[in-house]
T-cell receptor, first 113, second 113 residues
């Protein structure tokens, strides 16, 4: 059964800290891995990683895909209170032509001032 | 904001009733996916619509059904509501044949009493 697992489930840090969020997956014929940020309701797209694009960076956020270890990390440097949110990892399996995304349970990040 | 809209924002129903949720996809997108997100969990894939037909379904019973219209907007219908149907229902739009990235709407919070 296809599965995505995120760790830790929750994290509390102070402003300025650096955090690393983890995502591991077991899917039939991996196609892509996506990171989303969910603050209140709508998950907001952050990055998509594929075999041809295993590293992405945008400002203080960066993500790396390790296809050998079937995992990905999301790094946030110099955290700010506005980074407080749930971070979701999702995988798109090649075996599904439906565009189905399989999500992990999310990591809740709280950044204290 | 993604341009994906959903209505209503909140909804309260009683067990056994029926509900219809609506979604308008982002301009240029022809595919709509529906997800259920229970409290503290990641979104779970319900089904996807492309060219007005269901194109893949997750592990949800037949009382969950949907429609897609020629303008690519979509409805999610749930019959015989159960208490466990209480959740955030998210709609996501994407372009078939394009990247796996799905863009989410703000969701509808359904409470079943």
């Amino acid at each position: 059964e296809d599965k995505v697992v995120q760790s830790p489930l929750s994290l509390v840090v102070h402003e300025g800290d650096t955090v690393t969020l983890n995502c591991s997956y077991e899917v039939t014929n991996f196609r892509s891995l996506l990171w989303y940020k969910q603050e209140k309701k709508a998950p907001t797209f952050l990055f998509m990683l594929t075999s041809s694009g295993i590293e992405k960076k945008s400002g203080r956020l960066s993500s790396i895909l390790d296809k050998k270890e079937l995992s990905s990390i999301l790094n946030i440097t110099a955290t700010q209170t506005g980074d407080s949110a749930i971070y979701l990892c999702a995988v798109g399996p090649l075996s599904s032509n439906t565009g189905k995304l399989i999500f992990g349970q999310g990591t809740t990040l709280q950044v204290k001032p | 904001e993604t341009g994906v809209t959903q209505s209503p924002t909140h909804l309260i129903k009683t067990r056994g009733q029926q509900v219809t949720l609506r979604c308008s996809s982002q301009s240029g997108h022809n595919t709509v996916s529906w997800y259920q997100q229970a409290l503290g969990q990641g979104p779970q894939f319900i089904f996807q619509y492309y060219r007005e037909e269901e194109n893949g379904r997750g592990n949800f019973p037949p009382r969950f059904s949907g429609l897609q219209f020629p303008n690519y907007s979509s409805e999610l219908n749930v019959n015989a509501l159960e208490l466990d149907d209480s959740a955030l229902y998210l709609c996501a739009s994407s372009q078939r044949g394009g990247p796996d990235t799905q863009y989410f709407g703000p969701g509808t919070r359904l409470t079943v009493l």
